[in-house]
């Protein structure tokens, strides 16, 4: 009876010491964690964005990304979504005349989604404007002047963006 009453009384005090040490020494831990995370330079984004790339963004535009020429990286991405239209599609036009050919409500030869649903339809409308403004608004600026303002996170935000448009043109069905 002695040992049993010697061991719970063992175990009691370890559970004593053990939750004094939680208590003290957990919130130092967390606040050591914490200084160590603050004092480390913000996380470089060309890590975290090989996650979020398509194959196609990847391959023609995250090398100028991760060297910094960031115009080049995002003048590539959209240039490398309208090469994907027009493989998959095999017409060979460029701008609004590809993507109003290829995406036609009447006779498209890519399609979004489902046109028999209004919903359907809404959504190849909508990326059908998408997809021009991306070449109006993005490709064009780009293509036409060597001036820009773009940074490291602008450009990542452009690439995550061409990202989704080119795993929407390759998930697009045939028409």
Known sequence: ??????????????TVIFQELINDLLPRLEDSVDDYYAARPAADLSSVMLDLLHAVILESSYEQFRSGRYRDAVLNSVVAIFDLIRRRSG??????????????????????SELDTESGKND?????????????????????????DLDQSKAAQYLVFASLLARRVSEAKLG
């Open 91 to 112: 017409v060979d036009k460029d701008g609004a005349q590809l993507i109003g050919e290829v995406f036609s409500l009447d006779a498209p030869k890519l399609i979004f």
């Open 124 to 148: 190849q409308k909508g990326f059908i404007q998408i997809l021009q403004g991306a070449y109006l608004g993005i490709r064009n600026p780009k293509a036409h002047s060597l001036v820009s």
């Open 1 to 14: 009876m002695k040992q049993v009453t010697e061991r719970f009384q063992s175990s009691k005090n370890n």
